[in-house]
């Protein structure tokens, strides 16, 4: 987290944000971890500053606040050691924060939209690990290669909208290497700057219930249907 948008994920635009002022790490056992990376006007933590360069464990729930910025960032979806997964992170503007792809901080508000995805990782994404593989190997052209013959089963016969979404939903349930799989894709609402930039375009352009063709971002390449 940090004002200068080329250099982090989630870009804080309050001029109290210092050109990187936070991290959140995420650990292999499932810990999300914050760090104020020694910001001029501090990182809060459900009302205390943090110290500075020193992690701090976070849990469900966790209130984060940046220098002055009116914004506040809530944890979603923290799971406990053990269950090795990976949150996202996006910017909270209300206290109704609603759930972003795969846990991490979210916030509420704004034009929304509601999606479901399903997301093949390869070696070349940002974490190249989910839930189905320990170490993912394979290349960008061939995860590529796997969203499409998913669409074309998807679309296979024309199915009406709740016979694409109950299908949608399956087949991310067994294949989606984002944890959302469990919830067959669903990634709740969000509005924008919740997700990564090509991903969040290619939600935002979908019709309700129409299914995007292959979508890259960071994390690997999605599929990604518009349910609401």
């Known amino acids: 987290m940090c004002r200068d948008a080329s250099v982090c994920d989630v870009p804080l635009s309050h001029a109290s944000a210092s050109r990187q002022h936070a991290a959140l790490c995420h650990h292999t056992d499932g ?9 001029s006007h501090g990182t809060f933590l459900d009302g205390s500053q943090l110290p500075p360069n020193k992690p701090v464990v976070l849990k469900n729930g966790s209130a984060i606040k940046f220098g002055q910025a009116p914004a506040k960032f809530v944890m979603r979806d923290v799971e406990s050691a053990g269950e090795k997964r990976r949150s996202d992170a996006a910017p909270d503007s209300t206290t109704n924060a609603k759930r972003s792809s795969s846990g991490g901080l979210v916030r509420g508000g704004g034009s929304s939209v509601r999606a ?44 009406d909208a709740a016979e694409l979404a109950a299908r ?9 290497h984002c944890s959302s799989a469990r919830r067959g894709g669903d990634l709740g609402e969000f509005g924008p700057g919740q997700m990564q930039p090509a991903f969040e375009s290619a939600a935002f352009a979908l ?16 599929l990604i249907l518009r349910t609401a």
């Open 31 to 39: 810990r999300v971890f914050l760090i104020d990376l020694g910001s």
């Open 116 to 159: 479901a995805h399903l997301l093949v990782k390869h070696a070349g994404s940002r974490r190249p690990s989910s839930w189905k593989e320990k170490v993912i190997t394979r290349s960008q052209e061939e995860a590529l290669a796997m969203i499409q013959a998913f669409r074309e089963q998807l679309v296979a016969g024309e199915p």
């Open 168 to 176: 949608f939903a399956e087949l991310a349930g067994q294949e989606s």
């Open 207 to 222: 019709e309700v219930g129409q299914l995007s063709g292959p979508v890259f971002s960071d994390s690997g390449v999605h």
